[in-house]
């Protein structure tokens, strides 16, 4: 699986638009981006995921390049419920024994 | 839907102890896997199963066994516990291999 590079923390503010890099310039044709957060001491969260297509869901907005090389995922009116690590993950879709590398994330703070 | 389970939420072993943690889905899901996280660390794959009667060794397989008798239910064994299986560990599904995973809420154990 390809590896991704996101900034190690960022801050937002309550109701504001938040939005979170990630570089993966070897991404191959096949990885799809994926996205969780793990809000502390909880199970990881999916978010959402998509391959060259912009996606919405009711979570959030995710932006992929036309290059593939790097994707935003946007929360649109972040609340401090949404303060969180985010991983940024890509990977072939349907591997099984190569599960999801959780690297380092971003961790996303929403202050009031 | 209840989606994934574990139990307990918190252990506490001493060294050599056997334990099994339990996690059960609702949502005939047939990809089941095990992670442990670490303090600081992302997640790291121990074992998973494609399906009833099919298992797999993940990442970190050692001093652990699985079985998967059901679609719903996929515990995990610890033969012996150690000080440095002291750990959170999750458990997720998903609809199809390799697919979206959903977690559950975690088992904190603590190996003395």
């Known amino acids: 699986d390809a590896k991704t590079t996101q900034p190690t923390s960022m801050d937002c503010a309550e109701g504001r638009a938040a939005n979170l890099p990630c570089n993966h310039s070897?991404?191959?044709?096949?990885?799809?981006v994926y996205w969780y957060r793990q809000i502390h001491s909880q199970g990881p969260q999916y978010i959402i995921h998509?391959?060259?297509n912009n996606e919405t869901n009711e979570m959030a907005s995710l932006i992929i390049t036309e290059d593939r090389k790097s994707s935003t995922l946007i929360l649109p009116h972040a609340t401090l419920r949404d303060t969180a690590v985010y991983y940024c993950?890509?990977?072939?879709?349907?591997?099984?024994?190569?599960?999801?590398?959780f690297g380092g994330g971003t961790r996303l703070m929403v202050k009031p | 839907n209840a989606g994934v389970t574990q139990t307990p939420k918190f252990q506490v072993l001493k060294t050599g102890q056997s334990m099994t943690l339990q996690c059960a889905q609702d949502?005939?899901?047939?990809?089941m896997s095990w992670y442990r996280q670490d303090p600081g660390m992302g997640l790291r794959l121990i074992h998973y199963?494609?399906?009833?009667?099919?298992?797999d060794q993940g990442e970190v397989p050692n001093g652990y066994n699985v079985s998967r008798s059901t679609t719903e239910d996929f515990p995990l064994r610890l033969l012996s516990a150690a000080p440095s299986q002291t750990s959170v560990y999750f458990c997720?599904?998903?609809f199809g291999v390799g697919n979206e995973q959903y977690f559950g809420p975690g088992t904190r154990l603590t190996v003395t």
């Open positions: 997720a599904s998903s």
């Open positions: 070897t991404i191959s044709g096949n990885e799809y």
């Open positions: 998509g391959l060259k």
């Open positions: 993950i890509v990977r072939v879709r349907g591997n099984a024994g190569n599960m999801l590398t």
């Open positions: 949502m005939n899901h047939e990809y």
């Open positions: 199963s494609v399906g009833a009667g099919i298992t």
